[in-house]
């Protein structure tokens, strides 16, 4: 066999595995972008169901109702869907794909135990992670499993320290969350399953949380 026709031989060979590389990383590409385009429904579909969360109830919690769409028309912007999860845990978290097609959880342990000025400063703070985007990132990760590397992209210590800020300053009020904040840090651990630990607005110990005196001491310098 001479030089030429081994190296046409080993050209066509090589074209070939070339061509069936770039096929799969296509596919590939294609595949992780469904994914990432179809992930976040499937991560608020799973937040909902682990958290036991069920449609609020504008007749038994109407202040839930009232200050959500309160704050929706203050900022000009869709008020999520609204559920409760049954647990005496005070706590909240908001999950979704975008503001027009999120949901806010909150425990019915966090309606009766805040006053209207505190719930109002945690409603604050979750719905600004939904209008911020926030809540997409988060819900993404409930989706891939709190995979650590990539939950510290998908939901930063930071978030918390912005969220409370835009909370804040939607309220105008600061001291309602800061006393939200010192209610609920006094509380039990956050209710359901591991995987949504990220989500909640009070998770002790996680390290998508800053400590809460250092987000205290935040919202006290606005």
Do not use: C
């Amino acid at each position: 066999m001479s030089t030429i026709h081994l190296l046409r031989e080993q050209i066509a060979a090589n074209r070939r595995a070339y061509q069936l590389t770039v096929a799969i990383v296509v596919a590939g590409l294609a595949l992780f972008g469904l994914l990432v385009t179809l992930a976040p429904g499937v991560g608020e579909r799973s937040a909902l169901r682990d958290a036991a969360a069920e449609p609020a109830d504008p007749g038994r919690w109407p202040r839930y109702h009232n200050l959500v769409q309160g704050l929706s028309q203050a900022a000009g912007l869709p008020p999520p869907r609204l559920y409760v999860a049954d647990s005496d845990a005070a706590n909240a978290f908001s999950v979704g794909r975008d503001p027009e097609r999120s949901a806010l959880v909150v425990t019915r342990g966090l309606l009766t135990t805040l006053n209207r000025v505190e719930l109002e400063g945690v409603l604050a703070h979750e719905l600004n992670h939904i209008w911020s985007w926030g809540a997409r990132l988060a819900t993404l990760g409930v989706a891939l499993g709190r995979v650590p590397g990539l939950l510290r992209l998908l939901a930063p210590a930071r978030r918390e320290f912005d969220a409370d800020e835009g909370g804040a300053r939607l309220t105008r009020y600061p001291p309602g969350l800061v006393s939200a904040l010192r209610k609920l840090s006094a509380g039990s651990q956050p209710p359901g399953q591991p995987g949504l630990r990220h989500l909640w607005i009070m998770a002790p110990g996680d390290a998508t949380h800053p400590p809460v005196d250092e987000r205290i001491a935040a919202l006290q310098e606005l």
